[in-house]
């Protein structure tokens, strides 16, 4: 057997050897920076999407116990941890700063503040190591990210759902989307962490670590859905547009109601919570069903899909819930499209995404600027060219489709 410190030097020159083929082999190699919201992310990628390093600080226990995300508490997570995520990424990948062809960064949209955090470190990182800076549209990060995991030509319908965002745009290149509709108010995310919260459902034994969204998904498997008939949002707009707070409105006040006939106080548990998680969940999916069946109806009278094989993406973080993966393929189903939807782990933020984004700019060259160039974060961006005047001009009235799951 050999001396621990012969172990070591052998173990040290495997690395630097299996550095070096992975150098000579890998011909361009993309970092990826995620901080737009509540996850520190980062990861390492090769041209081919084959991820060799990453790692994610995610903030989500802070901020269920203050109740939300408080921007300045996200920003100074952000800032105590990106130097460590990166260079965790970095290290488990083997590979050096110098090596890099380009930093991928989400730069909009999101919180200000945290966006900022990203930016800043990308911004000296690109200028220390001369490394070329791919700015990235969170929303089209995630919407690119199943072109990761398999072979996705475009154009392709997307249904974008996550605790900031809610969008339906036709992706048409790497940096080429029609938008169709998005959340008027807030994003379905939002809505379901809100009334989570409304609920405490952090004192629930099951659900205290879960996010709002995760929480009713699971109580909503027990519950019964017909006890709390919410109404559909905007059922007389004609659109694809979103909005979720007058749902936010209307479970509020069954939840007022219920308080004062159990003569509780606002922070203790109900006994319906399950019925009101099934009722609001079911309300999201429908709501998120009718706009996607819209725009499917809306892309094919205007030949926008490919004839064969027409392909809805879901993806974002409220795309983990499998109630609403049902719902919208009893939509694709019946519209004859195919339903594809990453596993959840690449549904919610990371740094992988914005590397994938980042590897499909760098090898259309679209997008990469020189180290020296002056970015800014922007709060709020649009993805693509905005349709929607057109699909509300359009007026679509759509047969009703029974959708009918199991809890
Ligand atoms: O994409 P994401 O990680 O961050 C944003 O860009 O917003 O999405 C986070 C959101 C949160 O609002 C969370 O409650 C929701 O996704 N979410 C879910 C589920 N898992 C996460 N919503 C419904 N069902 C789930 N299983
Ligand atoms: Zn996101």
Request: with cysteine; hydrophobic share 40%; aromatic share 4%.
């Amino acid at each position: 057997m050999f001396p621990t410190k012969v172990k070591r030097l052998l173990q040290l020159r495997n690395t630097l050897w299996g550095c070096a083929s992975l150098k000579a082999h890998c011909s361009r190699l993309v970092l990826g920076i995620e901080t737009s919201c509540d996850d520190t992310g980062a990861a390492v990628m090769d041209e081919t999407g084959k991820i060799l390093g990453e790692s994610l600080h995610s903030q989500k226990e802070v901020h269920l116990r203050t109740g939300g995300i408080i921007p300045t508490v996200a920003q100074q997570l952000h800032r105590e941890n990106i130097e460590r995520v990166v260079q965790e990424a970095l290290e488990r990948s083997h590979v050096a700063p110098s090596w890099l062809s380009a930093v991928a960064t989400t730069v909009k949209p999101g919180l200000g503040l945290s966006l900022g955090i990203g930016l800043d470190f990308s911004r000296r990182f690109v200028r220390q190591h001369n490394t070329p800076f791919i700015p990235i549209h969170h929303m089209e990060a995630h919407a690119l990210t199943v072109r990761m995991l398999q072979p996705v030509p475009f154009p392709f319908l997307v249904l974008l759902v996550s605790g900031g965002h809610s969008l339906l745009a036709v992706a048409r290149g790497v940096d080429d989307f029609l938008l169709l509709g998005y959340s008027l108010d807030e994003a379905p995310g939002d809505t379901m962490d809100k009334v989570a919260r409304r609920l405490s459902l952090i004192k629930h034994p099951q659900c205290s670590t879960l996010s709002g969204g995760q929480a009713l998904e699971l109580l909503a498997k027990d519950g019964d859905k017909s006890r709390f008939p919410f109404r559909t949002p905007m059922g007389q707009t004609y659109d694809c547009c979103f909005s979720f707070a007058g749902l936010r409105n209307q479970v509020n006040m069954a939840i007022m109601k219920k308080e004062a006939e159990e003569g509780i106080e606002q922070g203790t548990l109900l006994s319906c919570v399950k019925d009101i998680a099934a009722a609001t969940q079911h309300t999201v999916a429908s709501h998120l069903a009718k706009r996607t069946h819209r725009a499917i109806v809306f892309c094919k009278e205007n030949g926008m899909l490919p004839s064969s094989n027409p392909t809805l993406v879901l993806s974002g973080g409220v795309a983990s819930n499998e109630y609403i993966r049902k719902t919208l393929s009893i939509i694709t189903e019946t519209t004859g499209l195919h339903l594809l939807c990453p596993p959840a782990k690449f549904c919610t933020d990371n740094g992988v995404m914005i590397a994938w984004n980042g590897v499909e700019r760098l090898r259309e060259g679209k997008g990469i600027l020189p180290p020296t160039v002056n970015v800014c974060y922007e709060p709020k961006a649009l993805l693509g060219v905005d349709m929607s005047a057109e699909v509300r001009a359009a007026a679509i009235r759509l047969p009703s489709v029974r959708i009918k799951i199991h809890n």
